[in-house]
């Protein structure tokens, strides 16, 4: 009968658990690129999509989730509701709507830091 070293069994229930609790949050406290969006007709939520509100896309939160965005180069920071999917853009995190995007004194894209509110 072969044992295994305590160390070593500690080591990959360690990790076991740390990935669990990585996967069961993922934009707790994520930073990355965004950008903003102005046209669409409708979200992928369903609902009518207002280009002044304070709403965002993100690929795997929830909707209705409740983020605060703040843009790293100002400092400046925003609560966005998420009701759309996307960016579908390598090194993006979220896309905001005009308004939001522009509350926060964005341009074109910046690098944000997102925190869920609820």
Excluded: C
């Amino acid at each position: 009968m072969h044992i295994r070293p305590v160390a070593k069994i500690a080591a990959a229930t360690l990790g076991t658990a740390l990935s669990l609790v990585a996967a069961t949050q993922p934009a707790a406290a994520q930073s990355g690129g965004a950008s903003w969006y102005g046209s669409g007709h409708r979200t992928a939520s369903g609902e009518r999509f207002n280009p002044n509100g304070m709403t965002a896309a993100h690929r795997s939160l929830p909707f209705g989730t409740r983020v605060r965005v703040e843009n790293q180069r100002t400092g400046r920071s925003v609560v966005v509701r998420i009701n759309d999917r996307g960016p579908f853009v390598r090194g993006r995190i979220i896309d905001l709507s005009r308004g939001s995007a522009r509350a926060l004194g964005m341009g074109g894209t910046t690098y944000v830091s997102l925190h869920v509110m609820n």
